[in-house]
Structure formats: structure tokens, C-alpha cells
């Protein structure tokens, strides 16, 4: 199971930064900026090989099944 940022999303926004950056914009007045999406991956064969059972309401928040 992983629940983490979105790495595509998150190299966007560093991107965005270093434009801005490379632009003549100071550091120092740049924002810092927090994650708004997160997304959850489980491992169903591994879930299968611990003994855990998913449940219906679980599997809601999932955003991707491997295996």
C-alpha cells in the first residue's frame, strides 16, 4: 500500500518554480506550497498473501489496484 503525491504533478509544479526563477522572480517571494492531491495504490496480491480482505468502502477510496 502507498499513499502519496502525485510525482508528475509535483515535477509540473517545480517546473512552474524554476520559470519563474529563471525569470528574475526572487526566491524569497515565491510561495511554498503544499500537496492537495494524494492518491492510495494497494497491492492486491500482496493484500491476498497477508490475509487482508478489502472491503467494498475500502476499495471506494482506491485509486489504483495493482496486480
Known amino acids: 500500500m502507498s499513499y502519496s503525491t502525485n510525482l508528475y504533478g509535483l515535477y509540473r509544479r517545480i517546473a ?3 520559470d519563474r526563477i529563471f525569470n528574475g522572480a526572487s526566491v524569497g517571494d515565491i510561495p511554498v506550497e503544499q500537496p492537495t492531491r494524494f492518491y492510495l495504490v494497494v497491492n492486491q496480491k500482496t493484500a491476498n498473501a497477508l490475509g487482508i480482505t478489502i472491503t467494498p468502502a475500502f ?3 482506491i485509486d489504483e489496484v495493482i496486480g
Request: aromatic share 0%.
Open 16 to 18: 512552474a518554480h524554476l
Open 59 to 61: 476499495r471506494l477510496l
